[in-house]
C-alpha cells in the first residue's frame, strides 16, 4: 500500500500581494514623515533674526563692538544657585568691572518658549538677578552696555539640576 503525500501548495505572487506592500511601506514612509514634521514644527525655528535685512544692517556696529571687546580683553564667569544668577566681569589685571548695564538674555537652546530678557543689578562687585530656572539646558546671552554702547557680549551654555549648575 503506497500513501500519496498531498503536494504543497504553492502560493501565488499577485498585484494584490505586491499593492499591500506598497501601501505599508509608504505607510510607514510618511507616518514618520509626519511625526518628524510634528516634532519640528514644535521645537526651536533656528531663526537669530527677525528681519535678516535689519540684522544685516547691524553688522559693521557688530564688528566695532566684537574690536572693543577684543582689545578690553575682559573675562567674566557665570554661576546660578538656588534661584540666584551671578555674573562677574574683570579686566586682566582681575579687578572687578562695575558701573555696567547688564541685560542677560535667559532662553532655552531648542525652543523660544521660556526666553526672558533680564536686567541684572550690581551687587558687591558682581552683577546678580533671582530667576526660576527649571531643570535643564539654558542659555544665556549677556549683553553689557557702558553708557548706551555695548562693550561685552558672552553666551553661556549651563545646565541646572536640582536648583544648580
Known sequence: MTIQTPEPRVREFTGRHMLII??????????????????????WPGL???NGYQGS??????????????????????SFSNGNLELIIKTPDGVTVSDLEIVAAVGRPTHELENSDILLAETDGAYATTIMLEEGQWVIAIRASLEGNVVYRRNF?????????
Open 48 to 50: 537669530l533674526e527677525q
Open 22 to 43: 506598497l501601501i505599508c511601506f509608504f505607510g510607514v514612509i510618511t507616518a514618520m514623515n509626519l511625526t518628524f514634521a510634528w516634532f519640528a514644527l514644535g521645537s
Open 157 to 165: 551654555r549651563i545646565r541646572v539640576r536640582d536648583g544648580a549648575v
Open 57 to 78: 544692517q547691524s553688522y559693521n556696529s557688530q564688528i566695532a563692538e566684537s574690536r572693543v571687546q577684543r582689545e578690553l580683553r575682559w573675562r567674566s564667569e557665570i
